[in-house]
T-cell receptor
Framework: AQTVTQSQPEMSVQEAETVTLSCTYD???????LFWYKQPPSRQMILVIR??????QNATENRFSVNFQKAAKSFSLKISDSQLGDAAMYFC??????????????FGTGTRLQVTL | DTEVTQTPKHLVMGMTNKKSLKCEQHMGHRAMYWYKQKAKKPPELMFVYSYEKLSINESVPSRFSPECPNSSLLNLHLHALQPEDSALYLC??????????????FGPGTRLTVL
């Protein structure tokens, strides 16, 4: 079974500091991507970053980067220079192909990030 | 442009009402999804339409009825709901269903309250 685990229900970071959110996963797929989504209080799920499992290089999007350890099945998100607008629930997700015509996302339970002054 | 729109933003309905949620995307995506999300929980998949055909139904009660009139539009028809159906309903779309790189983009959601 496909599983995604986020072991940190809540995290807190001071503005301008760096924080790392953890995620581990298990998948039977041979070719897969991994995703981090952000859901602020406004409710919309926003794609933060995605990582292709076959790529050695860790993905980076501005202040957001991942530390992808394929052998350990770990996919952590690093937020640098944290801003108040980064406060949100963060979900790690892994897709599972289904019948070749659609994919199902398996989400972790989420990490609520607080950003303090 | 990765915009998925949903209407209405909020909906309050009684248990005997019939209402519909609407989702629209103009990105040429070939799959569209309905999720239900309870507070402080991850989204739970309900339905997937792939190439305008119902591809996945996660054993959702028949009081929820999805409809995909065309590749850009997805509806969720609601009838005889229960108070426990109160939740945030999220729509998503993706361009390449079934491929490893397929990425889902979400709408802002409809907050549903069933009285």
């Amino acid at each position: 079974a496909q599983t995604v685990t986020q072991s940190q229900p809540e995290m807190s970071v001071q503005e301008a500091e760096t924080v790392t959110l953890s995620c581990t996963y298990d998948t039977s797929e041979s070719d897969y991507y991994l995703f981090w989504y952000k859901q602020p209080p406004s409710r919309q799920m926003i794609l933060v970053i995605r990582q292709e499992a076959y790529k050695q290089q860790n993905a980076t999007e501005n202040r957001f980067s991942v530390n992808f350890q394929k052998a350990a099945k770990s996919f952590s998100l690093k937020i640098s220079d944290s801003q108040l607008g980064d406060a949100a629930m963060y979900f790690c997700a892994s897709p599972r192909a289904h019948t070749g015509t659609a994919s199902k996302l398996t989400f972790g339970t989420g990490t609520r990030l607080q950003v303090t002054l | 442009d990765t915009e998925v729109t949903q209407t209405p933003k909020h909906l309050v309905m009684g248990m005997t009402n019939k209402k519909s949620l609407k989702c629209e995307q103009h990105m040429g995506h070939r799959a569209m999804y309905w999720y239900k999300q309870k507070a402080k929980k991850p989204p739970e998949l309900m339905f997937v339409y792939s190439y305008e055909k119902l591809s996945i139904n996660e054993s959702v009660p028949s009081r929820f009825s999805p409809e995909c009139p065309n590749s850009s539009l997805l509806n969720l028809h609601l009838h005889a709901l229960q108070p426990e159906d109160s939740a945030l309903y999220l729509c998503a779309s993706s361009q390449e269903p079934g491929l490893a790189a397929d990425t889902q983009y979400f709408g802002p959601g409809t907050r549903l309250t069933v009285l």
